[in-house]
T-cell receptor, first 112, second 114 residues
């Protein structure tokens, strides 16, 4: 059973703080990992992808991957109220072209 | 604006109606997907097409019928739907080759069944 686990939250942080979102997955051979942001009533928007162990930074976002621990995280620095959304962790378990398995998402609320 | 275009954005239909959802992408992607998303739930995979051929059907009821007329277009034909089929229907596309290709989503069609 391929599973992706996330804390549903809500995760509440004050404006300017670092928000830390976590995700674990069940299959050790998983290859590709993605973070999507979804505002209420909107479609998922890709914000980060990571494939190798370590950190990957893009602006205020840092994705961290630890394949040995089957763990991927997303850090959002200098959080803004506009970052308030649901963050979906998605994992591709098999060969290219197969669908993503999504976690249930973590709701982030950034207060001003 | 997204590079995957879905129409219509909203659809209300009765249980006896027949309608179609449309999805179009011009990114040269050879894999296209249909997902269903209920409120406060993650997207659930319905169908995957690769090179215009159906490669995955996640045991979706036959009242949902996908079609891929060419590499840029994906349709979802709806017939005799049930109220529980009301949801956001998302189309996505990606490159097929290579493990590290992200999926890009359209804005979705919000479907309501009366």
């Amino acid at each position: 059973q391929k599973e992706v686990e996330q804390n549903s939250g809500p995760l509440s942080v004050p404006e300017g703080a670092i928000a830390s979102l976590n995700c674990t997955y069940s299959d050790r051979v998983s290859q590709s990992f993605f973070w999507y942001r979804q505002y209420s009533g909107k479609s998922p928007e890709l914000i980060m992808s990571i494939y190798s162990n370590g950190d990957k930074e893009d602006g205020r976002f840092t994705a961290q991957l630890n394949k040995a621990s089957q763990y991927v995280s997303l850090l959002i620095r200098d959080s803004q109220p506009s970052d308030s959304a649901t963050y979906l962790c998605a994992v591709r378990f098999d060969q290219a072209g197969t669908a993503l398995i999504f976690g249930k998402g973590t709701t982030l609320s950034v207060s001003s | 604006d997204t590079e995957v275009t879905q129409t219509p954005k909203h659809l209300v239909m009765g249980m006896t109606n027949k309608k179609s959802l449309k999805c179009e992408q011009h990114m040269g992607h050879r894999a296209m997907y249909w997902y269903k998303q209920k409120a406060k739930k993650p997207p659930e995979l319905m169908f995957v097409y690769s090179y215009e051929k159906l490669s995955i059907n996640e045991s979706v009821p036959s009242r949902f019928s996908p079609e891929c007329p060419n590499s840029s277009l994906l349709n979802l034909h709806l017939h005799a739907l049930q109220p529980e089929d009301s949801a956001l229907y998302l189309c996505a596309s990606s490159q097929w080759d290579g493990n590290n290709q992200p999926q890009h989503f359209g804005d979705g069609t919000r479907l309501s069944i009366l």
